[in-house]
């Protein structure tokens, strides 16, 4: 994981090994603040009170038993008065259970630091550093913050927290003072990140990252801040919830009129009332929908995917097309020398001996550090003079002495090192064919060059002509490992990808084509041709390109907007800032975490921490997974929902006795809230990508599945009103039918979590097992059953409520087919 330290940064690092004065730690810290990496939500009383006052069920509990005190029933107020009790509990269960995934965290970090400062070695508290400050660390101890290594003894860390990765990373101590380092990225081998442990030895870390700027912070940073976005399906189920709330009222007073006018009096209407207008009342969706989403966007974090606006969490499970950079997301955005063609004369050591005398370490070029590391090392060597490369030079020209001899080392563009060569046209027809061979293949090629030196010579004057050539070095960027599979799984998904890269066409249809991208051979287009199709007409060629090569930044953005007209929900990997408009248009914006810019990281939905394809496969795979699971706790919620609402004012209407009490309803929606929350959202995750029929617009539920719903609901409200009324009997007995009709619903909630979940998890089981635990208490045991204005079953009655409950599964069981079938493939 590779950082860039910016000049904001290299000015607060002290220079040399040395610790901060204390005025260079005040200094320090009030420009970049403290080293709090996690703000810990408010998980006491007063925070669980504020949440809980939210809820409307605890306005329904109070104004109720305030209305049955007032009439003089003071055994039904303090009833309803003592649910608040495990109500309560349930909020404060599901409270913290959403602060624990980002209170978790904190337990990977250090919470004290032995730092060096002018004035001595002292431990304080970790969120006391500032950028600056030397750090030690012991084997066992994690690191409080960024920083990079400036010693270490034989030292290996534990990174699976950031990378997932179990296996031991080895550590390098970085050489030069960083204050020289100037902008640029340093590889994570010397790096010390927060939230990581060290294994072995000791090391010693300049803090250049505090709080929220560490890698730790910003996943927990960005994970809190998506959780806090309304997105288009949470804005559509609003406006659902306020014109149900409408039709509720409007519902409730009619049913409050009817009794009135049935005779039934006055606190019957109201209480009827008051009964359906909470059983109508459907908070439980933008509960659940906020709940699922934030889950999503932990969820994405884990995967190295920081969401930065919690839409993404709707949108990722729906991509149709990804539109992938090559470097570094298809390969590992490093250089490795891979062919070596040394000149006549010239053997594989010398020419590599050249071309590491025209490197420099210091830079950070990734060729250089690739030549650099296969290179024989001589200690002896001495630069005199060096010109560097330029864009426009297309070369780097080093004088150097080796011992008592001086001489010329050269390495840049072939064309422009064979035009500085002493070599026949022949010979550099020859040569530069073999560098076309190279480029097709995917390589890229830099010719070596030299000559002797005369040290009275002026060094001032770069020597540009007649030198001796030595040979080419040809260097590949790798594939990413694992990058083919991930290719596989999208072709399976039916998810196409196409890459775009500014490099030659061949170039990028051999990497195609080694990665396996599309058909064989990958159809491959320039940017230009692309263009000059889509000003023809229709872009329909596109759904037949792999390959947009030679392209450029505004050729990436008509490709985005070309394939959105067609119908595709497209993804965007970007790390520039020229990427910036196709990371804008692109219904997922993916930016790069480690080598892409402030720019390109702030108009992006998703940044990718370790900058790799297979991260955004799984992160896909991730939002169909939660997309199911959301699909199933809705299903649950109105094949629940629509049988208690319908009982709950068919019954009264039709002039029976009132079905549900207040107390009933608290009872219910015990059971309704936590399964509706915690059974679905605890399905096992899903890594392997799978296709799903796409929609071309974000609906939950088709025909067959909505027709499931409304079946089931159907037919548990016939079950609940037959069971009632063939209970109620002649002789009116109203606790007995209450007992039978909501054992019903119970045991028919329960079928209906069996039928979605499966019982897949612990919590499925945990949840739907209390459930019905609780309708055998509360039925069974005779005092309670009294407080509840009920009757004990017989168990003929139990074996009846059990029949019925069991024909539930013909539709959840049809319809949930369909929906796995449609997510699965």
């Not at 978790?104 to 500032?130: F, P």
Request: overall charge neutral.
């Amino acid at each position: 994981m590779n950082r860039i330290i910016t000049s904001e940064f290299i000015q607060a690092l002290p220079q040399g090994v040395g610790g901060l004065s204390p005025d260079e730690v005040i200094v320090n810290r009030r420009r970049f603040g403290t080293n709090l990496i996690i703000e810990i939500p408010p998980t006491g009383l007063w925070a669980l009170l504020q949440d809980t006052l939210k809820d409307p069920m605890l306005w329904f509990l109070l104004a109720t038993s305030v209305i049955f005190w007032l009439v003089g029933e003071r055994t039904e107020a303090i009833v309803l008065l003592v649910a608040l009790i495990p109500f309560l509990g349930m909020d404060s269960y599901l409270h913290r259970r959403t602060q624990a995934s980002t209170a978790g965290l904190s337990g990977q970090l250090a919470s004290r630091a032995l730092v060096v400062r002018k004035e001595g070695k002292r431990l304080v508290d970790a969120v006391e550093l500032v950028p600056g400050d030397l750090v030690e660390i012991k084997a066992g101890e994690s690191f409080p913050a960024d920083g990079l290594i400036l010693f270490n003894d034989s030292v290996q860390v534990d990174e699976s927290a950031l990378t997932g990765e179990a296996y031991p990373v080895r550590k390098s101590a970085l050489k030069g003072d960083p204050v020289t380092l100037g902008d640029q990225a340093i590889d994570g081998s010397f790096w010390g990140f927060a939230g990581t442990r060290l294994l072995s030895g000791k090391a010693h870390l300049r803090v250049v990252f505090t709080g929220p700027g560490t890698l730790y912070g910003e996943i927990v940073q960005t994970a809190l801040s998506g959780r806090q976005e309304r997105t288009p399906l949470q804005q559509a189920v609003s406006r659902l919830v306020q014109w149900l709330l409408v039709i509720a009222v409007a519902f409730c007073g009619l049913l409050a009129i009817v009794r009135w006018y049935q005779g039934h009096g006055f606190l019957d209407a109201v209480i009827s009332a008051m009964t359906l207008a909470v059983a109508a009342l459907p908070e439980e969706f933008p509960v659940v929908l906020t709940f699922f989403l934030g889950v999503g966007v932990y969820r994405l974090a884990k995967r190295q995917a920081l969401v930065r606006r919690a839409v993404v969490v709707e949108n990722i499970g729906r991509i149709t097309t990804i539109c992938s950079d090559k470097t570094g997301t298809l390969t590992e955005g490093r250089l490795r020398l891979t062919h070596q063609f040394p000149a006549v004369g010239i053997g594989s050591e010398r020419l590599l001996t050249i071309a590491a005398n025209a490197s420099r370490s210091e830079e950070g070029d990734p060729l250089d550090g690739a030549v650099l590391q296969v290179a024989p090392q001589d200690s002896m060597v001495k630069v005199v003079a060096r010109f560097p490369f330029t864009e426009g030079r297309k070369r780097e020209v080093a004088i150097v002495t080796t011992g008592t001899k001086t001489s010329v080392a050269v390495k840049g563009a072939p064309e422009t090192v064979l035009a500085m060569c002493s070599i026949d046209s022949m010979e550099k027809e020859s040569w530069l064919k073999q560098v076309h061979r190279l480029a097709v293949s995917g390589h890229k090629v830099i010719a070596c060059a030299w000559d002797t030196w005369n040290p009275g010579e002026d060094q001032t004057k770069e020597p540009d002509r007649n030198l001796r050539f030595a040979g080419l070095l040809a260097f590949e960027d790798p594939a990413r490992q694992n990058v083919k599979e991930a290719l596989q799984q999208c072709r399976n998904a039916r998810i196409r990808v196409i890459m775009v890269t500014g490099d030659h066409p061949e170039t990028a249809g051999a990497l195609a084509a080694e990665i396996g991208l599309g058909q064989t051979p990958p159809r491959v287009i320039t940017g230009e041709e692309m263009e000059a199709k889509l000003s023809q007409g229709s872009g329909v060629f596109l759904k037949e390109v792999d390959v947009v090569a030679r392209a450029v930044p505004a050729q990436k953005h008509t490709l985005v907007r070309s394939l959105q007209s067609l119908g595709e929900v497209v993804a965007v990997t970007g790390d520039g800032v020229n990427d910036v408009p196709a990371l804008q248009a692109a219904d997922v914006g993916i930016a790069m975490g480690q080598r892409g810019t402030r720019s390109a990281r702030e108009v992006a939905a998703i940044v990718l921490m370790d900058d790799n394809f297979r991260t955004i496969v799984g992160a896909i795979a991730e939002g169909r997974q939660l997309f199911a699971n959301l699909q199933m706790s809705f299903q649950y919620l109105l094949m629940i929902h629509i049988p208690l609402v319908l009982t709950a004012a068919l019954i009264p209407l039709l002039g029976y006795p009132i079905l549900y009490l207040p107390v009933h309803i608290v009872w219910l929606e015990l059971i309704i809230h936590p399964t509706a929350l915690l059974v679905f959202q605890y399905l096992p995750d899903v890594s392997v990508l799978r296709y799903r029929r796409s929609r071309k617009r974000l609906t939950f539920f088709n025909r067959t599945q909505t027709l499931g719903i409304v079946l089931t609901g159907t037919l548990v409200t016939g079950l609940i009103y037959w069971s009632y009324v063939r209970s109620l009997g002649a002789g009116r007995d109203v606790e007995h039918a209450r007992a039978m009709a909501i054992a019903v619903l119970i045991l028919s909630g329960a079928v209906v979590t069996v039928a979605l979940s499966k019982l897949k998890g612990t919590m499925a089981s945990v949840v739907t097992g209390l459930g019905l635990l609780s309708a055998v208490v509360m039925i069974q045991i005779p005092w309670l059953s009294n407080l509840l204005h009920m009757k004990p079953l017989h168990g003929d009655d139990w074996l009846v409520a059990a029949v019925s409950a069991t024909l539930v599964f013909i539709p959840v069981l049809g319809c949930n087919w369909n929906l796995t079938r449609i997510n699965a493939g």
